[in-house]
């Protein structure tokens, strides 16, 4: 099976502009979920979405949005682009079926805001 | 709400000698355990989990950790490190059963291995 996709790879962006990032999950999952990696705040929670329904969410100010499509691949949405968006941005999916509770994580996406 | 604590942030140690990285853990629910790992310029992946059962969990590279729930510890050791273990290690929780599949992650643990 392929694993976890995310593009693009890297990203440079200005503020004040938005951004778009891509993830597409194993096959057969249906659940991702969108974790922000800073050197500061470490790893942190943003959303999750199973079966095109957002489940849970972190706490992240409005900029930060998402959604998932029927073909459960996500897309993250970043408005309003400040410095401190600068981050790693990891997406993990999830068969959440049975016991499993694993969540495979992707390469991540690398955003520079300038 | 949980909340992980990794007591050491860098722990460098020589080829072949034991290490321990430390995990702590609080929440108000049972959780499950997770540790991945991180190398340069990638993703996470899972190392090894506890969910339930016998509380001393082993991954396929040589790694164990143990849950201990009075200590609320979940420690993971390995006898003899190699050059390639360098990496860093998140500890991560989530509550058990339920919907909620948030993993709450400690602030991490850089390993280095040195020859």
């Known amino acids: 099976k392929a694993g976890v996709t995310q593009t693009p790879r890297y990203l440079i962006k200005t503020r004040g502009q938005q951004v778009t990032l891509s993830c597409s999950p194993i096959?057969?999952?249906?659940?991702v979920s969108w974790y922000q990696q800073t050197p500061g705040q470490g790893l942190q929670f943003l959303f999750e979405?199973?079966?095109?329904?957002?489940?849970n969410k972190g706490n992240f100010p409005g900029r930060f949005s998402g959604r998932q499509f029927s073909n459960s691949r996500s897309e993250m949405n970043v408005s309003t682009l400040e410095l401190g968006d600068s981050a790693l941005y990891l997406c993990a999916s999830s068969s959440r079926q049975g016991a499993s509770y694993e969540q495979y994580f992707g390469p991540g996406t690398r955003l520079t805001v300038t | 709400a949980q909340s992980v604590t990794q007591l050491d942030s860098q722990v460098p140690v020589f080829e072949e000698a034991p290490v321990e990285l430390r995990c702590n853990y609080s929440?108000?629910?049972?959780?499950?355990l997770f540790w991945y790992v991180q190398y340069p310029n990638q993703g996470l992946q899972l190392l090894l989990k506890y969910l339930s059962g016998s509380t001393l969990v082993e991954s396929i590279n040589g790694f164990e950790a143990e849950f201990n729930k009075s200590q609320t510890s979940f420690h993971l050791r390995k006898p003899s490190v190699h050059i390639s273990d360098t990496a860093e290690y998140f500890c991560a929780v989530s509550p058990s059963g339920g919907s909620n599949y948030k993993l709450t992650f400690g602030k991490g643990t850089l390993l280095t291995v040195n020859p």
């Open positions: 929440s108000s629910v049972s959780v499950y």
């Open positions: 979405y199973f079966s095109e329904t957002q489940r």
């Open positions: 096959s057969g999952h249906r659940s």
